[in-house]
């Protein structure tokens, strides 16, 4: 719900949608918290619709006092103040570090959490190897369905592990179970309706179909931390990626190039022995452990890239200051 009142500080109009009242905001003006009040102030309403939202106590007012061990210029409180409306703080060096690093600390536990989203697929995926009966495109379209209806519940739980680990957190197994999982539906749901989106604008024309993917980059994460419904969530990652879509699509593309080497490789290996599968009972289960490695290590570079943009594009809009944003789950 939108809330909208004044700094208690420098009466500057601030407005939040996703803070609840008694959490606190950081002004922009005067580097100061406020807490969220239960109602929105009619005043701070009537600035931001004439769009005078500055502080109007004027050059009489007492400055507040910094925050403890901080000191600041004028000059640093109006950079402070200043919102970027550019690529300037995002850097693809800095989120591709931050992407591989959330990927590859926390494996063991990212890898079990996708085994464990995708074991139903798995199980599937043996039947047909180690089954009575030979392949046909009635089980291989189960197993398809199977891996997609358990991509966006392994993706719910991955965000929230990887997003864990940006806090220098280490959540358990059980609790990455407990609240990806209650989050999966609604991610599942809005994996639907994007992915539909999306190839329709791919079928009609290409360049709509590569937007739309832009537009929703970070539609997962935003669903599960932010536990917004199908149409907020879309709405949502529209809103923060609005401004830094180029920035995103030159990200995408190193991405791109990252899961050839890491997907598409193993993805060759595995076309290259399926003919030897047939030989003996050693290359059919390496032929099962290197599919469904791939599909991990898909998802897990997956949920990594696009948490890490999701805080950094939070962090760039201003709208939660370092110290919120970590505490979602709190």
């Known amino acids: 719900m939108e809330r909208i009142f004044h700094c208690r500080y420098c009466s500057t109009a601030l407005k939040t949608q996703f803070l609840e009242p008694g959490e606190e905001v950081l002004c922009r003006t005067c580097d100061q918290r406020t807490p969220v009040p239960?109602?929105?102030?009619?005043?701070?309403?009537?600035?931001?619709?004439?769009?005078?939202?500055?502080?109007?106590?004027?050059p009489g007012a007492t400055e507040p006092p910094p925050p403890l061990g901080a000191s600041r210029s004028s000059a640093g409180r109006r950079?402070?103040?200043?919102?970027?409306?550019?690529?300037s703080r995002l850097s693809i060096a800095v989120a591709l570090s931050q992407t591989t690093r959330s990927a590859f600390e926390r494996f063991p536990l990212l890898l079990g959490l996708s085994v464990i989203g995708y074991l139903?697929?798995?199980?599937?995926?043996?039947?047909?190897?180690?089954?009575p009966g030979p392949e046909d495109s009635v089980q291989n379209s189960i197993s398809n369905l199977l891996?997609?209806?358990?991509?966006?519940?392994?993706?719910s739980l991955l965000v929230f592990a990887v997003f864990q680990k940006l806090r220098d957190r280490n959540p358990s197994f059980a609790e990455c179970l407990r609240v990806g999982g209650r989050r999966a539906f609604t991610v599942l749901?809005?994996?639907?309706?994007?992915?539909?989106?999306?190839?329709?604008g791919y079928v009609l024309v290409l360049v709509p179909g590569i937007y739309l993917s832009i537009l929703y980059f970070v539609v997962i994460p935003v669903?599960?931390?932010?536990?917004?419904?199908v149409g907020d969530s879309i709405s949502r990652s529209m809103e923060l990626t609005s401004g830094h879509r180029w920035w995103l699509f030159r990200f995408a593309f190193v991405m791109i190039l990252l899961f050839t080497c890491i997907v598409l490789l193993p993805a060759v290996f595995i076309v290259s022995i399926r003919g030897l599968a047939e030989e003996g009972l050693l290359w059919k289960l390496v032929s099962i452990l290197t599919l469904v490695l791939m599909s991990c290590m898909s998802a897990i570079l997956a949920a990594s890239m696009s948490t890490v943009v999701y805080r950094e594009l939070r962090k760039v809009h201003g709208d939660f200051d370092e110290e919120n944003l970590l505490a979602v789950f709190d």
């Open 38 to 58: 239960e109602e929105n102030e009619e005043t701070a309403v009537a600035e931001f619709a004439a769009g005078t939202t500055g502080n109007p106590a004027g």
């Open 79 to 87: 950079e402070s103040a200043a919102l970027p409306s550019t690529d």
């Open 120 to 131: 139903p697929w798995i199980i599937h995926l043996c039947y047909m190897t180690f089954g």
């Open 147 to 155: 891996s997609s209806l358990m991509g966006p519940f392994v993706s």
């Open 189 to 200: 749901l809005t994996v639907m309706v994007t992915t539909f989106v999306t190839i329709l």
């Open 223 to 229: 669903a599960v931390i932010e536990g917004t419904g």
